[in-house]
């Protein structure tokens, strides 16, 4: 069941086509990710759907709700963390949730989301004194403290070291398993891989592709890479040359890489343990939402 429609959403600043007819819907329970780079229309899209700004053109439904017409429904039902989310640097933890509990009817208990989300020995804490880690887990307690059926989470790793990174996504993985619907905006492609059930993928306002990261991952015209160290004076080049799949061998010195597509890796490793040929260090390059960004547009992700 979709939670969200959009259909051909245009959006314009004067002579400037922020968003360009785009088209996607997000299915009840799934983690859904926006992916591109920055100022490719990602934010724009997520504020016309959640009501805080106004499309120009097209169709938005997010719960059967339109976020103009119906924007007072449709913000008691989601929960939203903007890109550039702020609070006063005095104001405690308990108070910023007690504050955003009233904005509601019909509120969690925000005592409950303190133990929930690990801030419970943070409750007298002041923002200003919480670490990114910390600010994220409050972030997204205030997301969730008017009991949403959809989360927009934008952004939300933008700043914090790995591991806080780490722990952030354990986080968001949390909340689509409490049974909220998550739709997730990032410039990251690890984060989206790991995280979203799908994605759609930005660039110059336009949506180029949607499917899951293995669908798009796998949609790539382009060969993998294996490597290897040779372990023995057996020169293996043609005897892996003419493997199924296999496009290419190099060797320099010990070092061997082998290009192909398909099964190539398994016609690799089994004409190698056949004959003998021990190696080490073998590794597959896997191909990534990079290497489907580069194959769709011509360019790479971060240009």
Known sequence: MAVIDVTDLTKRYADHTVLNGISFSVEEGEIFGLLGPNGTGKTTTVECVEGLRRADG??????GLDPIRDGRQLRERIGVQLQHTQLPENIK???????????YAQPRDW??????????DKRNARFGKLSGG??????????LVGNPRVAFLDELTTGLDPQARRATWELI????????????VSHFMDEVEELCDRVAVFDRGRIIATGTPEQLIDGVDADHQMRFTLMATTDPVALLSGLPGVSGVTRDGSKVTVTGRGDFATAVTSALARNLIPVADLRIDKRTLDDAFLALTGRSFNL
Do not use: N
């Open 173 to 184: 993985k949390k909340v689509r398993a409490s049974g909220v619907t998550v739709v997730l």
């Open 93 to 103: 933890v308990w108070e910023a949730l007690d504050l955003y509990a009233s904005f």
């Open 134 to 143: 910390q600010k994220q887990r409050l972030f997204i307690a205030l997301a």
């Open 58 to 63: 097209g169709s938005i439904r997010v719960l």
């Open 111 to 120: 005592r409950e989301l303190l133990e929930e989300w690990g801030l419970a």
